[in-house]
């Protein structure tokens, strides 16, 4: 996996400018990743209902000349999705491009001493499972790459238009005149308590007259000074 490694290197690189190109090595990466898949089944189905055991030569004879047709095509179509994302990425790996295509496992290999079908296929399914993850592990790299360059975009463009935002409002709204400060009212002076009237003097008590005697008595006392 030669090839996808140095996509993802090369992609890293990349300036923001070209994110369209991105998303179309996260597109094609994935696309890999799901051809991978859909091997796997076709091998997968063999497992479950293996049939006729074939010959000790190869596994055509073992999973059937309909299921070896249909991994031959997918092998096809790998490489195919493989050129197409080395030239989108520009990598120069192109050139290794037929030592790169063996993500799918077809029915045409030989088999190993003492080798059959299912020990073909389950070795088929192993090495395809680990092919779409790491294609999947690819794809996620790159598309982590595009969603950072997407918040940083995202963020300058926000920050650019709060500054023109600012700048505009600056030179159209006209500065306020500071109203002109009233003064201040003077304190009223404190007034002056008035002075306390003096109390009115009492009266003195009158005495009273001696009481003059009784006319009867008076005569009496005549009368007795005569005699």
């Not at 992609?11 to 923001?16: A, E, F, T």
């Not at 077809?106 to 299912?118: I, K, L, N, V, W």
């Not at 940083?152 to 006209?174: I, L, M």
Request: a positive charge; charged letters at 35%; one cysteine or more.
């Amino acid at each position: 996996m030669r090839s996808i490694e140095d996509v993802v290197t090369e992609v890293g690189g990349w300036s923001r400018d070209r994110s369209g190109e991105r998303d179309l090595v996260v597109v094609k990466l994935d696309a890999l990743a799901t051809n991978c898949g859909k091997a796997i089944e076709v091998w997968q189905h063999y497992l479950d209902r293996p049939g006729t055991a074939g010959d000790r030569w190869t596994a055509l004879s073992w999973v059937g000349p309909e299921r070896a047709k249909t991994l031959h095509e997918l092998s096809l179509r790998a490489g195919d999705l493989l050129r197409e994302l080395l030239t989108v990425a520009g990598s120069d790996t192109i050139r290794f491009l037929a030592y790169e295509n063996n993500m799918i496992e077809t029915a045409y290999r030989q088999f190993s001493p003492g080798e059959t079908g299912p020990d073909m296929a389950r070795v088929s399914i192993d090495r395809m499972n680990a092919s779409r993850a790491y294609l999947k592990s690819a794809s996620d790299r790159v598309r982590s790459i595009v969603l950072a360059e997407a918040r940083s975009g995202r963020k300058t463009s926000a920050s650019a238009v709060r500054k023109s935002a600012g700048k505009k409002a600056a030179k159209t709204t006209p500065r306020k005149k500071a109203a002109p400060k009233k003064a201040a009212p003077k304190k009223a002076a404190p007034k002056k308590a008035a002075p306390k009237k003096a109390a009115p003097k009492k009266a003195a008590p009158k005495k009273a007259a001696p009481k003059k005697a009784a006319p009867k008595k008076a005569a009496a006392r005549r009368a007795k000074s005569r005699r």
